[in-house]
């Protein structure tokens, strides 16, 4: 009989271990800016998409609500943006970069590179492979769940 409860065989593991070491890694190259990592994921949404409402922002960065409220207010107090009513329905919110979130962009601009050099033992294709069966597992989790075969 197989063991699945075997912490070495947990796909999941792997994931939680990697988010840990992502976040360690990305801690220096973000200080210079002070902001964490989903602060920093928020700012590249919106050096992309500037003046985007916030369901928009939550939709294209995979962040929950809740945690996307907290962000933004703590991207509002350092300065990075503003939130603002829409002109067309009240109940909408727009974020907008503020001048100072637009030239943090050119500060930030060396942060994909100094961590790619550290993974430097991935090559780009790997890389890119790595993305490709990333996407498809989130995919596949934000399915219903399935029930397991019984034996």
């Given at each position: 009989m197989k063991d699945s409860l075997t912490l070495n065989k947990q796909l999941c593991h792997r994931f939680y271990?990697?988010?840990?070491?992502?976040?360690?890694?990305y801690r220096p190259l973000l200080k210079d800016l002070d902001i964490t990592y989903p602060q920093y994921v928020v700012l590249m949404s919106l050096w992309e998409n500037e003046g985007i409402t916030i369901s928009d922002?939550?939709?294209?960065?995979?962040?929950?609500s809740g945690a996307m409220s907290l962000i933004l207010?703590?991207?509002?107090?350092?300065g990075f943006i503003t939130v603002s009513r829409a002109t067309s329905d009240k109940r909408i919110r727009i974020v907008s970069l503020t001048a100072y979130g637009r030239s943090c962009r050119a500060r930030a601009q060396t942060i994909p590179e100094q961590m790619r050099c550290n993974l430097s033992n991935i090559s780009d294709q790997e890389a890119s492979t790595l993305?490709?069966?990333?996407?498809?597992?989130?995919?596949?989790?934000?399915?219903?769940?399935?029930?397991?075969?019984?034996?």
């Open positions: 271990t990697v988010s840990n070491a992502f976040s360690r890694a922002l939550a939709g294209h960065t995979k962040i929950d207010k703590k991207l509002e107090s350092k993305i490709e069966l990333i996407d498809k597992l989130s995919n596949e989790l934000n399915a219903p769940l399935c029930e397991p075969e019984q034996s």
